[in-house]
């Protein structure tokens, strides 16, 4: 390691040593390290320490998918495909989240006639985005390859009682 | 299930273990039951989103020229792109733990040693 005016000991910065690149410090903000043990999710028991979502997607999938996107790169870093795979699981914890749950009934407050097609475009629409060359097209939303209604899954304290089927036009 | 296969989507509707998914999407509190197709659904979303950010990141970044996607690249995009917001926490820019010690020193100095 290179540099002896900085240090390599991940205890004294205050840092977890996964994140220490070759010749490159990194640093990552940390509220509170004092009590926790960061280095927990190693063994993948103790998901309770400073985030919920250490559950990740494999990476191989990750890589593939990135690399499928983005045919141009002959190269993508180690550290952007642990990230992306980060990102991942909290892009499923966002969508999954009272959060996201919470602006999509706000949404749709009110629309108790038609609540069922009301929903479905929303969630394909939010999920399509601009900026998402493919929007969701209905036809695959199934696992058996049979076009179904879908449903809106809800949070085990509020059904939401209009709403029981979506149908995506 | 064969893993191995190069094809990006022809052959199979996702390439994301399923239940692999759902254990994250049961780490959200309140989230009891998960409709089969909502979890599907949510995985093929998935795949879009990494797709997603991995285009915009490239065209955002320096990596044109190399050929090559970053880390620096995806922090930056997050930072720049409303829709990517929601990462920001999670992709910090990284600084060079020489600077952050400097600073460190410097905000002490600044707040003193009275606590």
């Known amino acids: 390691m290179d540099g002896d005016s900085s240090t390599t000991d991940a205890s004294q910065l205050g840092i977890t040593?996964?994140?220490?690149?070759s010749s490159h410090y990194v640093l990552q903000p940390q509220e509170d390290d004092g009590d926790?043990?960061?280095?927990?999710?190693?063994?993948?028991?103790?998901?309770?320490?400073?985030?919920?979502?250490?559950?990740?997607?494999?990476?191989?999938?990750?890589?593939?998918?990135?690399?499928n996107a983005v045919p141009q790169t002959g190269k993508i870093a180690k550290d952007a495909k642990e990230c992306?795979?980060?990102?991942?699981?909290e892009?499923?914890?966002?969508?999954?989240?009272?959060?996201?749950?919470?602006k999509f009934r706000e949404a749709m407050k009110?629309?108790?006639?038609?609540?069922?097609v009301t929903v479905g475009?929303?969630?394909?629409?939010?999920?399509?985005?601009?900026?998402?060359?493919?929007?969701?097209?209905?036809?695959?939303?199934?696992?058996?390859?049979?076009?179904?209604?879908?449903?809106?899954?809800?949070?085990?304290?509020?059904q939401i009682p209009t709403v029981q089927q979506i149908q995506f036009s | 299930?064969?893993?191995?296969?190069?094809?990006?989507?022809?052959?199979?509707?996702?390439?994301?273990?399923?239940?692999?998914?759902?254990?994250?999407?049961?780490?959200?509190?309140?989230?009891?039951?998960?409709?089969?197709?909502a979890l599907f659904l949510t995985t093929k979303a998935t795949e879009l989103f990494v797709q997603h950010l991995a285009l915009s990141s490239f065209n955002n970044g320096s990596g044109k020229e190399t050929n090559s996607l970053s880390y620096s690249d995806l922090a930056n995009t997050a930072q720049e792109t409303e829709t990517?917001?929601?990462l920001t926490d999670i992709l910090p820019k990284k600084i060079l733990a020489q600077d952050y010690l400097n600073s460190l020193e410097q905000m002490q100095e600044e707040e003193g040693a009275d606590y």
């Open chain 1, 110 to 116: 009110g629309e108790k006639g038609m609540a069922g």
């Open chain 1, 121 to 158: 475009e929303g969630l394909s629409e939010d999920l399509s985005e601009d900026s998402f060359t493919n929007p969701l097209p209905a036809g695959i939303i199934t696992a058996d390859g049979q076009q179904q209604n879908v449903m809106v899954y809800t949070t085990s304290y509020q």
């Open chain 1, 91 to 102: 892009f499923i914890s966002f969508i999954t989240s009272e959060l996201y749950l919470q």
């Open chain 1, 17 to 21: 040593g996964e994140y220490m690149a």
């Open chain 2, 1 to 37: 299930c064969c893993k191995d296969d190069q094809a990006s989507g022809s052959k199979k509707p996702i390439s994301l273990p399923i239940s692999r998914v759902r254990l994250i999407m049961k780490s959200s509190p309140d989230v009891s039951s998960i409709n089969q197709d």
């Open chain 2, 84 to 86: 990517f917001h929601f």
């Open chain 1, 36 to 67: 926790e043990n960061l280095n927990d999710h190693e063994d993948g028991s103790s998901k309770e320490n400073y985030r919920e979502q250490d559950i990740y997607l494999p990476i191989a999938n990750v890589a593939r998918i990135m690399k």
């Open chain 1, 84 to 89: 992306v795979q980060e990102c991942v699981s």
